[in-house]
């Protein structure tokens, strides 16, 4: 079946750091992909997003790019900074009996220190 | 707009008890889903309206789950006789049917404590 899986948390890094989140995923078909961050206390809130092979989602400093031959959809930022201490998931969206349905890996924790 | 909102945000009760939680969808989206999300795992479908029909139920809804979407507004998930398993945040989101291309936008949670 369709499935997300990430790397494990949590990643630790001192802030200006370069970050990467590996994300992979299985899938029948063509599916978009998407990187939401969870803060603490909060919901989710979509980062950013890729509808197609080779593109290539970003937002607020953060980029993935939608490899179709490699099935992934890793998530890099250049600099971290303490405030994007968060979790991390990374999720696919599958057309499923006339609707959208978003799959969910498990998350990545990311700890960002001064 | 004002997002996606759910009451309450925190929830504690007693095993065999029954509890409702309340989503709010953003105005005009006429998509809505539930998704449960239990600690250290990311967040697992359960149950889909397209307006106020419910088209399709996750096989983790068991029957003490049941929604509803009157008028294909507002949406309320209640789970009846608790169990201590049911500790969770439950996830509302709801998009706008573009064709293929929507966005589900999500809101707070609410959070689930059984004792």
């Known amino acids: 079946g369709d499935s997300v899986t990430q790397m494990e948390g949590p990643v630790t890094l001192s802030e200006e750091a370069f970050l990467t989140i590996n994300c992979t995923y299985t899938a029948t078909g063509y599916p978009s992909l998407f990187w939401y961050v969870q803060y603490p206390g909060e919901g989710l809130q979509l980062l950013l997003k890729?509808?197609?092979?080779?593109d290539k989602g970003s937002n607020k400093g953060f980029e993935a790019t939608y490899r179709k031959e490699t099935t992934s959809f890793h998530l890099e930022k250049g600099s971290v900074q303490v405030s994007d201490s968060a979790v991390y998931f990374c999720?696919?969206?599958?057309?499923?009996?006339?609707?959208?349905?978003?799959?969910f890996g498990a998350g990545t924790r990311l700890a960002v220190h001064p | 707009d004002t997002g996606v909102s759910q009451n309450p945000r925190h929830k504690i009760t007693k095993r065999g008890q029954n509890v409702t939680f309340r989503c709010d969808p953003i105005?005009?989206?006429?998509?809505l889903y539930w998704y449960r999300q239990t600690l250290g795992q990311g967040p697992e479908f359960l149950t889909y309206?397209?307006?106020?029909?419910?088209?399709?139920k996750s096989r983790l809804l068991s029957d003490r789950f049941s929604a509803e979407r009157p008028k294909g507004s507002f949406s309320t998930l209640e789970i009846q006789r608790t169990e201590q398993g049911d500790s969770a945040m439950y996830l509302c989101?709801?998009?706008?049917?573009?064709?293929?291309?929507?966005?589900?936008?999500f809101g707070p949670g609410t959070r689930l404590l059984v004792l």
């Open positions: 989101a709801s998009s706008l049917d573009r064709g293929g291309t929507e966005t589900q936008y």
């Open positions: 309206f397209q307006n106020e029909a419910q088209l399709e």
């Open positions: 999720a696919l969206r599958v057309l499923s009996g006339g609707y959208n349905k978003l799959i």
């Open positions: 890729a509808t197609k092979a080779d």
């Open positions: 105005s005009e989206h006429n998509r």
